[in-house]
T-cell receptor, first 114, second 112 residues
Framework: ETGVTQSPTHLIKTRGQQVTLRCSSQ?????VSWYQQALGQGPQFIFQ???????GRGNFPPRFSGLQFPNYSSELNVNALELDDSALYLC?????????????FGEGSWLTVV | GQQLNQSPQSMFIQEGEDVSMNCTSS?????WLWYKQDPGEGPVLLIA?????ELTSNGRLTAQFGITRKDSFLNISASIPSDVGIYFC????????????FGKGITLSVRP
């Protein structure tokens, strides 16, 4: 148990639809990062939120967007879904943005786009 | 961007054997992290390394931060069935921050 919870655990969407994934960070953690993990690959960094502001973004198009709320929970939104968006989406939380802080991952949300 | 290389993709060992995995990069890292991912779960941190040459243990696991800062090794001794899973190395995308880049992972199978 890492204290990071994600919902939903599994979902199926149709190409062109929009999806929202949710993450509750571990208590006291003000930093949330989102990763996309395709089958057989390592997680790839999408973006990070620190104190409700985006704090860095990976190589993902603008149709991937996010939010962080005052309680530090976070949402990942993906518009105009494509088949290649099918993946495990992982949320990770930490206390601050330095690499010395332990980063805890949730169990992920499996998204299938058909 | 910074890439981490892990090979082979899969390893098969007998229960009780030791196994060693390495992770290399063409770029310098100032933090190396080793994660394990079980099926249907998120990655779990095994060992974190912050200094070149550092050798750190966590039970049967030992990891080292290479002197060149471009590689790291993870050793598992006396393997048991629950060591099965995918092992990832990871490091900060830039500088010393918590945005991580991961290797592709090594799938470890342990034969009883």
């Amino acid at each position: 148990e890492t204290g990071v919870t994600q919902s939903p655990t599994h979902l199926i969407k149709t190409r062109g639809q929009q999806v929202t994934l949710r993450c509750s960070s571990q208590s006291g953690h003000n930093t949330v990062s989102w990763y996309q993990q395709a089958l057989g690959q390592g997680p790839q960094f999408i973006f990070q939120y620190y104190r409700e502001e985006e704090n860095g973004r990976g190589n993902f198009p603008p149709r991937f967007s996010g939010l962080q709320f005052p309680n530090y929970s976070s949402e990942l939104n993906v518009n105009a879904l494509e088949l290649d968006d099918s993946a495990l989406y992982l949320c990770a939380s930490s206390r601050g943005t330095a690499s010395g802080n332990t980063i805890y991952f949730g169990e992920g949300s499996w998204l299938t786009v058909v | 961007g910074q890439q981490l290389n892990q090979s082979p993709q899969s390893m098969f060992i007998q229960e009780g054997e030791d196994v060693s995995m390495n992770c290399t990069s063409s770029s310098i890292f100032n933090t190396w992290l080793w994660y394990k991912q079980d099926p249907g779960e998120g990655p779990v941190l095994l060992i974190a390394l912050y200094k070149a040459g550092e050798l750190t243990s966590n039970g049967r696991l030992t990891a080292q931060f290479g002197i060149t800062r471009k590689d790291s090794f993870l050793n598992i001794s006396a393997s048991i069935p629950s060591d099965v899973g995918i092992y990832f190395c990871a490091g900060p995308l830039t500088g010393a921050n918590s945005k991580l880049t991961f290797g592709k992972g090594i799938t470890l199978s342990v034969r009883p």
